[in-house]
Structures are given as structure tokens and as C-alpha cells.
């Protein structure tokens, strides 16, 4: 069964600086997708970015990026001139197999200071 | 505009009392799901729908019920066999049956607690 985890509970980054979030994941398919997702305050869950685990580039969307280490089964999450508003529960998401469902990691709680 | 309604927002259950939570969604999307969150935890699929008139359990499926008549809605019923139902309950979609590789777009949530 694939695993998803994340192993920052917490992480805080002062406004304007770079935060990396950790996700690490277990799995014996070859071809697969991985998302991180947005939890803000309101509750509802917004998409951030995707990877496709069979493109070497790494995705970038504005601000956030991802450091995709297939080999180390890693998936960090980037988030550059951090924003007030980029305060939230950030989930990482793994889909693959013959499924039809994501598996979540618990999250990574993100605060953002002034 | 286009997307995911959930109601309520809030919801409490009395002792073995079954209670529906709606979802509908006008985004023409095939798909569509149920998940539960619990806090500290990430979230867990309850069922899922690929099609109208057909729905699988998920991982957590014992003391929950829904159905898919419609396309634009897939309620789910928190039944007195869910011994532990309080938990933020969030619906999905997506454009094509397949979550592993589509995004999920969600609504708002609706907050179940126990009475």
C-alpha cells in the first residue's frame, strides 16, 4: 500500500522569505502523480501544484515550486517570498496504481509571520 | 459560477440518529467523492462515485451510505453505525473518473458533531 508522509507537523517562515516542505512517499509503481494541496483557514482544499512522476522537470507554478527526487521518493514543496496569505495546512497527495483514490500525508501546518 | 456546494456548514447528531450531508456540484464532472478529516490527520476516502448509479467504498466506508442519482449530486448519510462520526467531512470532483492523475476540486466542508 502506498504511504504518503510528512514529517514537519509545523513550520513557520517570516513574510518575503523561502519555506521548503517535506513530503517523502512509498510505492512500487513506476509511473504516478503527486500534488500538494492548500488547507487555508476556510477550510476548502485548493490544488497548488502537480508532478508527474514520469517528467524530470520539475513543476513550478509562480511562487511554488517542487524538488520531484524520484530515485529518493521525495517531493519538497518550495514556497518563495512567502505571503500572508500562503498561511495554511498543507497536504501532500500521492495517486497511482489502478485505484481511484489519492493518498494524503497528514499535513504540514504553515504559519507565516510578519 | 462553477463548482462544489456542501450543506450544512455545521451539522450535530443525536445518539443514533442517521443524518445526510448534501453535496452538488455544477461543474459537469463525472467523478466525485467523500472524504473525512480528522485533526492531525490527513484526509481519508469514504466513497466514491465514477458514474451515475454506481459508487465504491473507499477505505473507511463501515457506517456511511450514498447514493448517485444525479450527476450533480452524491449525499452521504453518517448512519448510527459510525460509532465515531464528529469529524470535518469534505466532497470532491473531477472532470473524469481517476482521481490519481486528475485534480479535485472541493468544497467547503461541513463540520459533523456529536450531540
Known amino acids: 500500500a502506498q504511504t504518503v508522509t510528512q514529517s514537519q507537523p509545523e513550520m513557520s517562515v517570516q513574510e518575503a522569505e523561502t519555506v521548503t516542505l517535506s513530503c517523502t512517499y512509498d510505492?512500487?509503481?513506476?509511473?504516478?502523480?503527486l500534488f500538494w494541496y492548500k488547507q487555508p483557514p476556510s477550510r476548502q482544499m485548493i490544488l497548488v501544484i502537480r508532478?508527474?512522476?514520469?517528467?524530470?522537470q520539475n513543476a513550478t507554478e509562480n511562487r511554488f515550486s517542487v524538488n520531484f527526487q524520484k530515485a529518493a521518493k521525495s517531493f519538497s514543496l518550495k514556497i518563495s517570498d512567502s505571503q500572508l496569505g500562503d498561511a495554511a495546512m498543507y497536504f501532500c497527495?500521492?495517486?497511482?496504481?489502478?485505484?481511484?483514490?489519492?493518498?494524503f500525508g497528514k499535513g504540514t501546518l504553515l504559519t507565516v509571520n510578519p | 459560477d462553477g463548482g462544489i456546494t456542501q450543506s450544512p456548514k455545521y451539522l450535530f447528531r443525536k445518539e443514533g440518529q442517521n443524518v445526510t450531508l448534501s453535496c452538488e456540484q455544477n461543474?459537469?464532472?463525472?467523478?466525485m467523492y467523500w472524504y473525512r478529516q480528522d485533526p492531525g490527520q490527513g484526509l481519508r476516502l469514504i466513497y466514491y462515485?465514477?458514474?451515475?448509479?454506481?459508487?465504491q467504498k473507499g477505505d473507511i466506508a463501515e457506517g456511511y451510505s450514498v447514493s448517485r442519482e444525479k450527476k450533480e449530486s452524491f449525499p452521504l448519510t453518517v448512519t448510527s453505525a459510525q460509532k465515531n462520526p464528529t469529524a470535518f467531512y469534505l466532497c470532491?470532483?473531477?472532470?473524469?473518473?481517476?482521481?490519481?492523475?486528475?485534480?479535485?476540486?472541493f468544497g467547503s466542508g461541513t463540520q459533523l458533531s456529536v450531540l
Open positions: 497527495a500521492y495517486g497511482g496504481g489502478s485505484n481511484y483514490k489519492l493518498t
Open positions: 462515485s465514477q458514474i451515475v448509479n454506481d459508487f
Open positions: 461543474l459537469n464532472h463525472d467523478a
Open positions: 508532478q508527474e512522476a514520469y517528467k524530470q
Open positions: 510505492t512500487s509503481e513506476s509511473d504516478y502523480y
Open positions: 470532491a470532483s473531477s472532470i473524469l473518473p481517476g482521481a490519481t492523475n486528475e485534480k479535485l476540486f
